[in-house]
């Protein structure tokens, strides 16, 4: 029976005055009004209301992301070995990071997405995924990327096992790891194996994810679908050639379907979505693989994330009905 | 010779309480369309006058009348729909619009105010529109399916508006390009393409601004773009962008514009610092050919930040041409 999810992000605001409650808390706290214990109150509830929100549609929600600032910033500022400098685009989307500086030696030094994950557990009704960015897209997006990634997504892979480690001790058993640079890279980084283990040396029985978006790997797949992972995330929508290197496959490995568009507010007709799917059939263990959609949602209106969940929700339906 | 280190902004001013509130209250049904306008031009006439109390040498409006760069037009122009809230960064949010049909023109969107800014003084007006390749790319496409159709429709409508504007009396014409180096491998030629497409025959001296992506994957070739003048923000990197220039300088057919000013922090910069980065840009640049702006626009600041950084930098840009002998 094929089960639905999301990748991360959803859209912390909506257009009705209710729905900008964490955007009013945010402006207040910069000018110093409300304190960082009030913003977190707001921050919480947000997060809660989204996770709820998610469960409605999804077998598997997230946290939502509704405390990043964004998702390379989120991890760079609370690990050791990092300044945070100037606004950059994150990859081809209209939307912006801080960039980290390396300084020095990369270190773990506290949990970084902990609390928010058990936040959104309690509230949730289903299990929750626990979401990290990757070391190797870390690494590519800090600046002065070149000289320093494979020392420096090394050092990072190092840091973030702690963090999923941390994770699964706090009771997660979904993790996910985010390596969207991954869909610009020729080939599988020198090493990524290895990295990939180091990440992992802390799963103990929690599924893992490795999720890739914003393009296509149809190119990787191969080598990607050797890593020790549980299950391999891919974006059809932008990386549609990556479809057809699927296709060509016979695979154990379970795949989360990112065939909705994340980044488009057209609505997909759930049978297109659906046929797509059981295409898959007898050469994918559909029974245990995802329907998600191509990225995080927080590309997205509010209201049109909640539409794309609800074709999600039906595109699954119709899977399990013609599987059944 | 040209007047070296002239001063201008990128265009957007911070709104007054007074102005945001009514705008609040206007989308809410609750304050008429005719006090609206009334308060965004009062809102107007003190960007002005403060630009005049700080000596700036060519103006902006300020985009009292805009909520956002993409979705004001949007909401005038044929083919798109205004969108719902999506994040771009930080806290910062925008009504995303939707390309919905074939783009259009019907009337003028900025002349109106433009015109009105313009009468108010003596200095210089900027006509102020955004780019064809951002204005599609930081909108939902539900109509076209192609980015090329799409951009290269959205050129002939702000060409349309850039004529409209060069017709009512604009000797400059900012058009902004924040997004342009989003794709630059598969994008960067239709965006110069476009950027052809909305300057072609109108008698203005035209002006592109691009911000916070990574500006060494379009340089050189953004000195392709049929412009006179092209903004970065310097600032935003420590003023590191100019070491593009030791790798193929700075095109001498063209004016830079210098970003001096941070627009996304609180804090004012000292004068100091404004006037060592822009002595740095000077060993690349000659200042007649150098413009001293901030990095973006100002909509992000408080009124009072942008009255004191707007200051700094007029102080630096005095300083540095002092000591030019100037």
Redesign the interface.
């Known amino acids: 029976m094929v089960h639905t999810t999301v990748v991360g992000s959803y859209?912390?605001?909506?257009?009705a005055p209710e729905g900008?409650r964490l955007?009013r808390a945010?402006?207040r706290w910069?000018r110093h009004e409300l304190t960082d214990s009030a913003l977190r109150d707001v921050q919480m509830d947000v997060l809660r209301e989204v996770v709820k929100e998610q469960a409605r549609f999804v077998d598997l929600p997230a946290d939502g992301q509704v405390t990043w600032?964004?998702p390379v910033s989120h991890f760079a500022a609370k690990l050791e070995g990092f300044e945070i400098g100037?606004?950059?685009?994150y990859f081809?989307t209209?939307?912006?990071?801080r960039q980290p500086r390396p300084k020095g030696k990369v270190r773990w030094t506290g949990a970084i997405t902990v609390d928010d994950w058990m936040a959104a557990s309690a509230a949730s009704p289903a299990p929750v995924k626990a979401v990290v960015t990757g070391p190797y897209t870390l690494a590519v997006l800090s600046a002065g990327a070149a000289s320093h990634v494979p020392d420096l997504a090394w050092e990072l892979a190092v840091a973030l096992g702690h963090e999923l480690g941390n994770l699964v001790h706090a009771g997660a058993t979904h993790l996910q790891v985010d390596e969207p640079a991954l869909a610009g890279a020729k080939a599988l980084p020198k090493g990524y194996d290895e990295i990939a283990k180091v990440l992992l040396e802390g799963q103990g029985r929690a599924r893992s994810s490795l999720f890739i978006y914003f393009g296509g790997v149809g190119h990787l797949l191969p080598e990607l679908l050797d890593l020790p992972f549980d299950v391999l995330g891919l974006d059809f929508v932008q990386g549609a050639g990556t479809l057809a290197a699927l296709r060509t496959m016979q695979t154990e490995k379970q795949i989360a379907f990112g065939l909705v568009d994340a980044r488009?507010?057209?609505l997909e007709d759930p049978k297109v979505i659906a046929k797509a799917v059981l295409g898959f059939e007898g050469r994918v263990p559909l029974e245990d693989s995802y329907l998600c959609p191509s990225n995080g949602l927080?590309?997205?209106?509010?209201?049109?994330a909640r539409e794309k969940l609800k074709v999600l929700a039906e595109a699954a339906r119709l899977v399990r009905e013609a599987s059944a | 010779m040209k007047h070296p280190l002239r001063t201008t902004t990128v265009g957007s001013f911070a709104k007054p309480d007074y102005l945001q509130r009514a705008r609040n209250r206007h989308a809410a049904g609750k304050v008429a369309d005719e006090e609206l306008d009334r308060l965004t031009r009062q809102a107007t006439r003190e960007v002005v006058e403060l630009q005049e109390h700080l000596g700036l040498d060519v103006f902006v409006h300020g985009e009292m009348e805009r909520g956002d760069m993409v979705a004001y037009f949007a909401e005038h122009m044929p083919g798109m729909r205004t969108g719902e809230l999506v994040r771009s960064y930080g806290n910062r949010f925008y009504h995303k619009p939707i390309i919905v049909d074939e783009l259009g023109w019907d009337e003028a969107m900025t002349v109106d105010m433009w015109r009105y800014a313009q009468g108010l003084t003596k200095w210089p007006m900027k006509g102020m529109l955004t780019g064809p390749y951002t204005m599609v790319e930081w909108s939902f496409d539900e109509h076209y399916g192609s980015r090329k159709e799409a951009v290269l429709g959205m050129a002939r409508v702000i060409h349309r508006e850039a004529q409209a504007l060069a017709k009512a009396g604009a000797r400059y014409i900012q058009v902004d390009e924040p997004a342009i180096h989003t794709r630059p491998g598969e994008d960067f030629d239709l965006a110069v393409k476009a950027m052809e497409t909305v300057v072609k025959g109108v008698a203005a001296e035209f002006h592109t601004h691009i911000c916070y992506g990574d500006v060494s994957r379009i340089y050189p070739g953004m000195l392709r773009l049929p412009v006179k003048q092209i903004h970065l923000a310097f600032k935003n990197t420590d003023f590191g962008l100019l070491k593009l220039f030791d790798r193929t300088p700075f095109d001498k057919s063209k004016e830079l514009g210098l970003g001096v000013i941070d627009v996304h922090t609180h804090t004012v910069e000292p004068v100091k610092d404004v006037r060592v980065g822009i002595g740095r840009a000077l060993r690349y640049v000659p200042p007649e050919r150098v413009w001293i702006e901030p990095d973006c626009g100002l909509k992000t600041r408080t009124p009072e930040e942008v009255q004191a950084k707007l200051k700094v930098m007029v102080e630096a840009r005095n300083a540095v041409l002092h000591g030019l002998g100037a």
């Open positions: 859209p912390r605001v909506s257009d900008q955007r945010i402006a910069e600032y964004d100037g606004l950059l685009r081809d209209n939307t912006y990071y488009n507010t057209r927080e590309y997205l209106p509010r209201s049109r």
